[in-house]
């Protein structure tokens, strides 16, 4: 039987499992729980069989779990190909992998796999925090191929079996660097594949009644700014994605309009900011306030809602120059009625109360705004991320029965008495407010900084932000969405636990500016100041080839000098032959040192009683004690010294 079918012992298979399940573990996240928890289970259920009654899975039931598992990744993806389902296929492969494991080329085989898959996590998440979990999740496997060697010791400790991997890993680390500076750069990274499948969150191009309360829940980051000065004040911090101008008494849609240029705007200065946009996998790029110019691979729409050429499948980071005081589109013209849309049949009692304001107002729009924002101010209104549910018509319900809502039902509803009132006015989503982190100087928006609120148009001053959420809950836009809020938030948004998450996510940015943003611009950058002008692939390629021998070089040496000292008394011996050689009385292959030290002192019989006494030191520090002294050491080092083959008389 060869090594490689030798049946694995139960320490390996300890090692193999544990490896199998690090790996599974880290892919939970992204693999749906009627897969991940069966997976994990069979892995359990393998190892407990296995090392407890010794058991074998026959093969009447591989068959039958493999095809299960492809017809229930087709089932729930539609196929086996792309990022999801492939992920998801081999994770099944690799827990069925181990009910066949018996032997040291099954577990080899299921090691390499598992650590193909560990990479493969890297695709769903190329944060700090994952990318650490992956080198982590390296440790089990590599204890497992080292438990596969031939000749290895008895089994220790299972956490003494992890420490030589981490060894191999921070050993690695230097030549990972250097392969990660001067490996050409791809244009679109293989960890930066679409995932047509995965669902992320972040706004969508509709609204309706209750649709935002999953973002405002969610605390993950949307976008972070920075800015060239100090940043605007909370309340000028709007940053505009969609604008919708189509209600169907239900929902609030997005239009777009590719083939206009976009509405006139005028402005004095604009504020000049740098966006890092979190992959979202929609076209639309956030802005702050109102976008003067477009950046490369991006234009402004009719609205001047700005959208990219294709969908922000990862960091995305963009230019902008925008106003916050301007004067946007002063005529609508033929554009005027579109704003007035309202579906026929629905919300009777709203759209009378807003005729009943233009009848009462005349034509004083401003007095109607604010008739609308006294009524959400003074009419017992409530803000709350979770109002009672709404009927068919929404707006009725949530003006004149519930009175409690979010920032939707507050810009909806505002929308609809403009529109009543026969002011053009049109919803805008986007995120508003977020946090300023003083050490980074940048702002970070959350997706639970999502927000809606209105624009009407206005005679001489063209479209205005009017933020009805504010009428009810000024803090809202003072404080953010957390304070508007309290008590109905995620455990992980309070207090100091919120501030720490805060600061951590400077660490985060640095991460995305010096790792996931590292392209071939900033690769130029880099080596150009050590003479490297041109970062072609033969040049990287040489310069990785140069770096790696150099690195092993270093290594070698390193080795080299760490190396145990020679064994003093065995140094000794061994300056005493080259002497002897020189005079023709080289030791022999095999010959041992009373041998050959005999041998000596009969060719050279002049120096027979000083080789006689140089033997017996040598044989009495060598076997007949355990530690030679010091003083004993330096007494044979001395005599073999002084020891001359030259003055030999034959």
């Not at 039931?61 to 493999?66: D, S």
């Not at 509709?206 to 605390?219: C, E, H, K, N, V």
């Not at 092993?552 to 190396?563: F, I, K, Q």
Request: include cysteine.
């Amino acid at each position: 039987m060869t090594t490689a079918a030798t049946a694995l012992d139960t320490r390996s298979f300890d090692l193999v499992a544990l490896a199998f399940a690090a790996t599974l573990a880290l892919h939970t996240p992204h693999l749906p729980w009627w897969l991940s928890a069966p997976l994990v289970l069979a892995i359990g259920l393998r190892w407990r069989l296995r090392r407890q009654h010794h058991v074998r899975t026959p093969m009447w039931m591989k068959l039958p779990l493999l095809a299960l598992l492809v017809l229930a990744v087709i089932a729930h993806y539609g196929n086996v190909f792309g990022q999801a389902p492939g992920t998801a296929l081999a994770a099944g492969l690799l827990a069925l992998k181990l009910l066949e494991t018996e032997t040291v080329r099954d577990a080899r085989v299921g090691v390499g796999f598992a650590c193909f898959l560990l990479m493969a996590a890297l695709l769903f998440d190329q944060s700090l925090v994952a990318t650490v979990a992956v080198a982590l999740g390296l440790l089990p496997p590599l204890a497992a191929l080292r438990s596969l060697e031939p000749g290895r010791r008895a089994p220790v400790a299972l956490w003494r079996d992890l420490v030589p991997g981490a060894t191999l890993l921070a050993t690695a680390l230097p030549l990972a660097v250097l392969a990660f500076l001067l490996v050409p750069r791809l244009s679109s990274p293989l960890w930066g594949a679409a995932n047509n499948t995965e669902q992320r969150s972040g706004l969508a191009d509709s609204m309706t009644p209750a649709g935002f309360t999953q973002l405002l829940i969610d605390d993950s980051p949307a976008l972070r700014v920075s800015f060239d000065g100090p940043p605007p004040p909370p309340d000028r911090r709007y940053f505009r994605a969609y604008v919708m101008s189509r209600y169907d008494g239900i929902s609030w849609t997005y239009r777009d309009v590719v083939n206009q240029p976009p509405a006139p705007v005028e402005a004095v200065a604009g504020l000049r900011y740098r966006i890092s946009l979190e992959p979202t996998r929609q076209h639309v790029l956030p802005t702050l306030d109102m976008p003067l110019t477009a950046p490369p691979g991006a234009s402004l729409r009719r609205d001047r809602v700005l959208m990219a050429d294709k969908p922000v499948d990862k960091l995305r980071d963009y230019t902008m120059t925008s106003a916050t005081a301007y004067r946007l589109e002063p005529q609508l013209g033929r554009h005027h009625a579109r704003w007035l849309q309202l579906p026929a049949g629905f919300n009777p009692r709203t759209l009378a109360l807003g005729q009943s304001w233009r009848e009462r107002y005349g034509n004083d729009d401003d007095a109607i705004v604010r008739a609308a924002l006294a009524l959400f101010h003074d009419g017992g209104f409530s803000y709350t991320l979770s109002p009672a549910p709404l009927g068919r018509d929404a707006m009725d319900d949530f003006l004149f029965v519930t009175h409690e809502g979010f920032c939707e039902h507050y810009a909806s509803a505002f929308t609809v008495l403009m529109r009543a009132a026969g002011i053009p006015a049109r919803v805008v989503t986007g995120y508003q407010g977020g946090y300023w982190n003083a050490m980074g100087r940048y702002l970070l928006v959350r997706n639970s900084d999502a927000h809606a609120w209105s624009e009407v148009w206005l005679a001489g001053r063209g479209w205005v932000r009017v933020d009805p959420t504010a009428a009810v809950h000024p803090q809202r836009i003072s404080l953010g969405a957390a304070a508007a809020a309290p008590g109905q938030l995620p455990w992980y948004e309070d207090g100091w636990l919120q501030s720490l998450r805060n600061h951590w996510d400077i660490v985060n940015r640095w991460w995305n500016i010096g790792v996931n943003g590292f392209n071939a611009l900033r690769q130029r950058s880099l080596l150009k100041p050590f003479g490297v002008d041109e970062t072609d692939t033969s040049t990287l390629a040489s310069l990785l080839a140069a770096s790696c021998v150099l690195a092993m070089l270093a290594g070698l040496a390193w080795v080299w000098r760490r190396r145990e000292p020679e064994d003093a008394v065995r140094a000794a011996l061994r300056l005493l032959e080259r002497k002897l050689a020189r005079r023709g009385v080289a030791r022999r292959p095999g010959e041992g040192p009373r041998d050959y030290l005999s041998r000596a002192a009969d060719a050279l019989p002049a120096q027979r009683d000083r080789l006689t006494e140089l033997m017996h030191r040598y044989l009495e520090l060598r076997y007949a004690q355990a530690k030679p002294t010091p003083e004993l050491l330096r007494a044979l080092q001395r005599a073999v010294r002084d020891f001359s083959v030259g003055r030999v008389v034959k």
